[in-house]
């Protein structure tokens, strides 16, 4: 799925992983690998066919909530990779953590990244794996590891084992299990497997080094012990790898050749390289192995990407729900109308560097408005409606009742969309910021005394409104000048400065209108420890009652419009129905939200 080249965003791509690649390819680093069609120890993928995938990559969410824009980075990453460069990306699901872990989010997720564009299905076989299917092999591999002197089993509390860790000055302390036996400690592992032990009583620990400066690489445990039922696994383990330890093992499994991840993983290589080594070493696991590489996240300004706070919106009511169109999360995106070529521009054009990024979030919403501008019909809608009335209908038209048959182009640079039909009256909406009593300087709309054009209607002049007991406008008042419908000869011969839209009261459709505006009134909402909940926007949801051309009748779901003059709108996917419809501000025509 190509992008068209014109929605490319105003940033400037660079991506140092591109470089790895190429260089990698270029030294054949991975050429003569063999794949043994699925993931497998070294013996499986040695009795299989040459790889056919260049290089592979992988996705490896954890599904523990729903998807967020800064997933959207690295899915884009990743699948965008692969498919640069002949290779293949790895759906995995990261679920070796039974306590937090669903298989509602293992669809949303399956559904989220499909609605981004992405596949993992290639020449008939689906890359789609779950971690959790590889905890035969996990344990598999602790017990090598204990055989060969590499691991122990450590008994200290968890307090003392924290204390004997030491800190960045401090070397840590050797536990006094850490002399213990292979032929002990593999006793020890296997009645820790067999349920013999209590929640916590002890842990596996692998036995490198600790007085390393890295404290990752001062005994990381790989094990513990945990009866907590998995949504996959059922009560079949009662111990469980730690992410540490299994997400090396998941991507050698995979045949992953770049293993990419976020900055915070920087410190975790060493002992991602220890791990992999051994196991190859022992035979468990194919040359070459993985690399890990690390880029910086990506944070948006007036948006929070984690689903720890996301999940915090929503529990505590700000937001309606994970899908709510005012959420950074794919779901609630997609419900706001932002289309997943715009997200794949935004993510292609941040590039990848070894720092965390800022994207201002105009970047998004340019690739946004660069994809609908040229993919939205168009149509006029009146979001805020004041009644005007044309009081001198019948003596040009004949009857009150007279309709005048209008039309405009579907989308102005495509003809082949065709010409949008509606009807003019006497009776309309306008908006109600069309209309001034008391004009402002500059003003060019309706005021008492000036003509204005209906936009592919015709030239009013305007006489006065009506207003209530409270002195609030209820109906605007003009006279229709002859000879001025638009596509006449003629038409022009009345000048005028201002152009409004309108529809008709005879043929407009009722509908709601749902006006979304950020989140959050501060671009980074939690700078300098601030509490994000001191500064939500108390304005990021107006519903209002509107009303839009007849040809919007029966809209589908999420079909997207450019309502002239006031943005980009989308039929919301849950709440839209051809008897009551409702339509999402997905954006506004112009950065600045003059509107
Ligand atoms: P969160 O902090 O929101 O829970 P996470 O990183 O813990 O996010 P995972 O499910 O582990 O969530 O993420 C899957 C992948 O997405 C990981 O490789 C992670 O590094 C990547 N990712 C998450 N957030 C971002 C981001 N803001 N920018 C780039 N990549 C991200
Ligand atoms: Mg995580």
Not at 85 to 93: N, Q, V
């Amino acid at each position: 799925m190509a992008l068209d080249p014109s929605h490319t965003p105003p940033v400037q791509a660079s991506n140092f992983l591109r470089a790895i690649i190429e260089r990698d390819l270029e030294a054949g680093d991975w050429s003569g690998r063999r794949f043994g069609g699925s993931p497998g120890d070294a013996a499986h993928h040695a009795a299989g066919a040459p790889d056919p995938a260049r290089i592979r990559t992988r996705f490896p969410p954890e599904p523990n909530g729903y998807l967020h824009v800064g997933h959207a980075k690295s899915i884009c990453l990743n699948f965008g990779l692969a498919q640069s460069y002949g290779g293949i990306c790895h759906l995995r699901f990261d679920d070796t953590n039974p306590e937090k872990e669903e298989q509602e989010y293992v669809d949303a997720i399956i559904e989220a990244v499909r609605w981004l564009g992405f596949d993992w299905n290639v020449g008939g076989t689906s890359h789609l794996y779950y971690a959790s299917s590889y905890f035969d092999f996990m344990y598999r591999a602790a017990e090598a590891l204990v055989g060969a002197g590499l691991a122990y089993v450590d008994e200290q509390s968890a307090e003392a084992m924290r204390a004997n860790r030491g800190d960045f000055n401090t070397p840590g302390t050797d536990s006094p299990y850490r002399g213990r036996t292979p032929a002990e400690n593999l006793a020890r592992l296997r009645e820790m497997r067999d349920g013999l032990h209590a929640d916590g009583a002890m842990v596996l620990r692998a036995r490198i080094d600790m007085g390393s400066p890295n404290i990752n690489l001062r005994d990381p445990t790989l094990y513990r012990i945990k009866r907590a039922h998995h949504h996959a696994t059922g009560d079949q383990w009662c111990i469980y790898p730690m992410y540490t330890y299994a997400h090396p093992i998941e991507d050698a499994l995979e045949r992953i050749t770049h293993s990419i991840c976020t900055l915070e993983f920087e410190d975790q290589r060493p002992f991602y390289d220890w791990l992999l080594e051994n196991l190859a070493d022992l035979g468990l696991l194919a040359r070459p192995l993985p690399r890990q590489h690390e880029f910086g996240r990506l944070n948006l300004s007036y948006v929070m990407t984690s689903k720890r706070k996301l999940r915090e919106l929503v529990a505590e009511g700000v937001v309606e729900g994970w899908d709510d169109p005012r959420m950074p999360t794919l779901f609630g995106m997609r419900r706001r109308g932002y289309t997943p070529a715009s997200i794949r521009a935004m993510a292609d054009g941040s590039g990848a560097s070894k720092t965390n990024i800022w994207l201002d979030y105009s970047v998004l919403e340019g690739c946004l408005r660069a994809d609908l501008e040229g993919e939205a019909p168009r149509a006029m809608a009146v979001l805020d409606p004041l009644p005007l009335a044309i009081t001198n209908w019948a003596e040009i038209y004949g009857s009150e009742g007279h309709i005048e048959a209008c039309s405009a182009p579907a989308h102005p640079q495509r003809p082949e969309l065709g010409l949008r039909q509606f009807g003019l009256g006497a009776q309309l909406w306008i908006e109600r910021d069309d209309f001034a009593e008391l004009p402002a300087k500059g003003f060019f709309r309706l005021f008492p005394g000036n003509k204005v054009r209906l936009k592919y209607g015709l030239v009013v002049e305007c006489t006065g409104c009506e207003k209530d007991d409270q002195g609030r406008v209820t109906r605007v008042l003009a006279r229709a000048l002859p000879d001025t419908r638009s596509g006449t000869p003629g038409a022009d011969a009345v000048k005028v400065k201002g152009t409004i839209t309108w529809v008709a009261a005879h043929d407009a459709v009722a509908a709601t209108v749902v006006l979304y505006d950020r989140l959050f009134t501060e671009a980074q909402p939690e700078a300098g420890g601030r509490d994000y909940r001191s500064v939500l926007n108390p304005h990021s949801k107006r519903v209002q009652a509107g009303y839009v051309e007849p040809g919007l009748a029966g809209a589908a779901r999420e079909q997207r419009w450019q309502f002239e003059r006031h943005g980009y709108f989308v039929t919301d996917r849950v709440l839209h129905t051809a008897e009551a419809p409702v339509f999402n501000r997905i954006t506004t025509l112009r950065d600045g939200r003059a509107g």
